[in-house]
């Protein structure tokens, strides 16, 4: 019962839509239903480790990955790859918080009317185009008071400077890319690789110019929630666990791993039941996590919590910020 639910659900309904329901393999003479019910039961002792381990949190095999395993998870959220100097990706001058930054009330650019909706990549590693292109829209919108959609097939398809399509990319290069190419709209070059699980071949459309520049590397959680203050933030975090896959409400304080694999724009920052957090817009739809939002414990130094703070970016732009809504 508790199965059909689920696949009835939006969870259900979105891993269908984006290919997210393994077969069994041709080798086990178990039939889908029993596979796909083993590995829901599976997920859900998972679930109950995941809520004892991270009591500020919470977690639910309500998701569209239910029934993935934990390394055809670990693939599916691999979206970085190794398109800039290993130089870039280390911890360098990174900025702790202040204790003044600890005692600093809620920012959230989740409700500006410059935030676009929560999109899906669908089966494709093409996290960093989506957390550029939201980026971008957001810095543009804060320029020209309007807010418009632009390509992430684009970045797909065309960036090679930036990175390999679905195989994954760089933000802070894609940023670069967009800096000195300007983005067509979405409505010119629509979203296909999500469906497609291809890169495909690069189109010409109008591309538009737009009122901001290359990239501004943010590292350390300082220096993350300093830049916060005045515009959403390209991060990249460690993704490609259990914890991200079952990830519902709450704040995360355990994070498994050590490598950023994916690409998330940071939002905003607060303080939810005496916890500090940081606050990340996904790119796996509305069903995954908190309306497609997750709050990761901030505070804890170093990298961050899931690596939040090692190493982001955000678009140069001559616009003046109004504060966000606190």
């Known amino acids: 019962m508790e199965l059909e639910n689920w696949k009835r659900s939006a969870a259900g309904k979105a891993a269908v839509e984006n290919g997210l329901i393994p077969s069994p393999p041709k080798t086990e003479s178990t039939d889908k239903e029993n596979f796909m019910l083993l590995r829901f039961a599976e997920t859900k002792k998972v679930v109950a480790r995941l809520n004892q381990a991270n009591p500020h949190a919470t977690f639910s095999e309500k998701n569209p990955f239910a029934l993935m395993t934990a390394a055809e998870f670990a693939t599916f959220a691999s979206g970085l790859s190794n398109t800039t100097s290993s130089s870039e990706r280390q911890h360098r001058g990174a900025r702790e918080l202040t204790l003044a930054q600890t005692q600093a009330g ?100 109008e591309k538009q110019k737009l009122s901001v520049g290359g990239s501004v590397t943010v590292q350390g959680e300082g220096a993350l929630q300093a830049a916060l203050d005045n515009q959403v933030v390209v991060v990249t975090v460690e993704a490609g666990n259990d914890v991200w896959r079952n990830y519902q409400s709450g704040v995360v304080t355990h994070c498994p791993g050590a490598a950023s694999d994916h690409a998330v724009i940071a939002v905003g ?58």
């Open 106 to 205: 809620n920012i959230d650019w989740s409700t500006d009317k410059c935030m676009s909706s929560v999109r899906n990549q669908g089966s494709c590693g093409s996290c960093w185009a989506f957390a550029t292109v939201g980026a971008v829209e957001f810095a543009q919108c804060k320029a020209t008071g309007s807010l418009n959609s632009f390509s992430e097939q684009q970045l797909v398809s065309c960036a090679t400077s930036a990175g390999h399509g679905c195989q994954g990319g760089w933000p802070t290069k894609a940023l670069d890319y967009v800096a000195q190419t300007g983005l067509c709209s979405a409505t010119a070059y629509p979203y296909t690789s999500g469906s497609t699980q291809q890169t495909g071949p690069c189109q010409n459309c």
């Open 269 to 326: 920052y607060g303080i939810e039941n005496d916890l500090n957090y940081f606050k990340v817009k996904n790119s796996w739809g509305g069903s995954w996590g908190d309306n497609g939002y997750m709050k990761l414990q901030r505070g804890v130094g170093g990298k961050g919590m899931c690596n939040i703070a090692a190493q982001g970016s955000y678009p140069k732009s001559t616009a003046v910020y109004p504060q966000a809504d606190v």
